[in-house]
């Protein structure tokens, strides 16, 4: 039983590590997009106001609206994804936790215990909650502080 867990056990965190690179990808996406409001400001002080071109302020407009429609898609998805792998993770591994703290009680005599019943829903509570997506996100800080670094006026001068 032992050697069965551990195999179905591998298989899993094999099966959640593939969703996690896909998640990752919508993460640089994210934080891709997270760049809109500082360059449409940019653009704003830059372009709008010493030109006072009212074109240029409705199509940086247009541009940044789209693309805070796309980060807020890329978030709807990413979160429908943990929530489906959560799910998952239950109906894979829900059913075994049960059946092995069964099985320790009756043969091994043990007390009865659901604490891997329990590990399963806290961890499924993490996915699924708001937690999750700054630790995701967290190894996108540097690129983002380096373009924004980049752009300072103060370097550009």
């Known amino acids: 039983m032992k050697q069965k867990g551990h195999t179905l056990l591998k298989e899993t965190l094999s099966k959640c590590r593939r969703v996690f690179v896909i998640i990752a990808l919508f993460g640089l996406c994210i934080n891709v997009l997270m760049l809109t409001a500082p360059l449409f400001m940019m653009q ?8 006072r071109n009212t074109d240029t302020l409705i199509m940086l407009l247009l541009v940044a609206t789209i693309a805070l429609v796309t980060m807020a898609a890329l978030e709807g998805v990413r979160t429908y994804v943990m929530v489906r792998l959560s799910s998952w993770l239950d109906r894979r591994l829900g ?52 373009i924004m670094f980049l752009l300072h006026p103060c370097w550009a001068a």
């Open 44 to 51: 704003v002080f830059d372009r709008v106001i010493t030109s």
């Open 95 to 146: 059913g075994i936790s049960l059946t092995a703290s069964i099985y320790s009680t009756l043969k091994k005599g043990e007390d009865p215990n659901i604490q891997g019943l329990r590990d399963l829903n806290t961890f499924r509570s993490f996915l699924t909650g708001a937690g999750v997506f700054p630790i995701l996100d967290a190894p996108f800080a540097p690129i983002f502080l380096g």
